[in-house]
């Protein structure tokens, strides 16, 4: 079973509207949260880090939290884009990395 | 300001036939380097990883490897390709002492193995 589990696995939404995407996790010991987006056919790039105790980041219209209790974050995305469409991953580190799976996010006009 | 390159782009292969990947980095030193791959709907899985020359862990048991000749330079190969190693490989650096901070990504190769 992955630790790192995200939903939906895919979601289609309206240009500007806004979407949230969900990762649980498993990990222990919690050192960071990172999500990342992927373009098809590129390399992912980083949106936000999180550490224990930090709840929240921005950056733009993307904003993720987290909640080390429950372990959970959200990545929820404002004002969608055409350009937003992508798959974004949720990434935790413990003593190792553990990638979840992806939610792949399709803005249609 | 830190760039990490990869080639090639896309690689087709015959079953067999041997395999090698480039991955540099430049504008730091000393950087922790990672090869990924990514099957078509998958999560990334860890290959391999290294922080410092020569020095390469292994976190899948598999057909590939991967060498580490110079301080910004890694390279995953294979002598003899499987279909089960199509996909998509991406190459990551990361700040030396802070692998669980930050890693940064190249633009992945796709290989094609028929």
Same mark, same amino acid.
């Given at each position: 079973?992955?630790?790192?589990?995200? $939903?939906?696995? $895919?979601?289609?939404?309206?240009?500007?509207?806004?979407?949230? +995407?969900?990762?649980?996790?498993?990990?222990?010991? *919690? $050192?960071n949260?990172?999500?990342?987006?992927?373009?098809?056919?590129?390399?992912?790039?980083? +949106?936000?880090?999180?550490? *224990?105790?930090?709840?929240?980041?921005?950056?733009?219209?993307?904003?993720?939290?987290?909640?080390?209790?429950?372990?959970?974050?959200? +990545?929820?995305?404002?004002?969608?884009?055409?350009?937003?469409?992508?798959?974004?991953?949720?990434?935790?580190?413990s003593?190792?990395? !553990? *990638?979840?799976?992806?939610? !792949?996010?399709?803005?249609?006009? | 300001?830190?760039?990490?390159?990869?080639?090639?782009?896309?690689?087709?292969? /015959?079953?067999?036939? /041997?395999?090698?990947?480039?991955?540099?980095?430049?504008?730091?030193?000393?950087?922790?380097?990672?090869?990924?791959r990514q099957?078509?709907?998958?999560?990334?899985?860890?290959?391999?990883?290294?922080? =410092?020359?020569?020095?390469?862990?292994?976190?899948?048991?598999?057909?590939?490897?991967?060498?580490? /000749?110079?301080?910004?330079?890694?390279?995953?190969?294979?002598?003899?390709l499987?279909?089960?190693?199509? =996909?998509?490989?991406?190459?990551?650096?990361?700040?030396?002492?802070?692998?669980?901070?930050?890693?940064?990504?190249? /633009?992945?190769?796709?290989?094609?193995?028929?």
């Amino acid at each position: 079973k992955n630790q790192v589990e995200q $939903s939906p696995q $895919s979601l289609i939404i309206l240009e500007g509207k806004n979407c949230t +995407l969900q990762c649980n996790y498993t990990v222990s010991p *919690f $050192s960071n949260l990172r999500w990342y987006k992927q373009d098809t056919g590129r390399g992912p790039v980083s +949106l936000t880090i999180m550490t *224990f105790s930090e709840n929240t980041k921005s950056n733009g219209r993307y904003t993720a939290t987290l909640d080390a209790d429950t372990k959970q974050s959200s +990545l929820h995305i404002t004002a969608s884009q055409l350009s937003d469409s992508a798959s974004y991953i949720c990434v935790v580190s413990s003593k190792d990395m !553990r *990638f979840g799976a992806g939610t !792949r996010l399709t803005v249609k006009p | 300001s830190q760039t990490i390159h990869q080639w090639p782009a896309t690689l087709v292969q /015959p079953v067999g036939s /041997p395999l090698s990947l480039e991955c540099t980095v430049e504008g730091t030193s000393n950087p922790n380097l990672y090869w990924y791959r990514q099957a078509a709907g998958r999560g990334l899985q860890l290959l391999f990883y290294s922080v =410092g020359i020569g020095q390469i862990s292994s976190e899948v048991p598999q057909n590939l490897s991967a060498s580490r /000749p110079q301080d910004r330079q890694f390279i995953l190969s294979s002598k003899k390709l499987l279909l089960s190693d199509s =996909g998509f490989y991406l190459c990551a650096w990361s700040a030396p002492l802070l692998s669980h901070y930050e890693q940064y990504f190249g /633009p992945g190769t796709r290989l094609t193995v028929t």
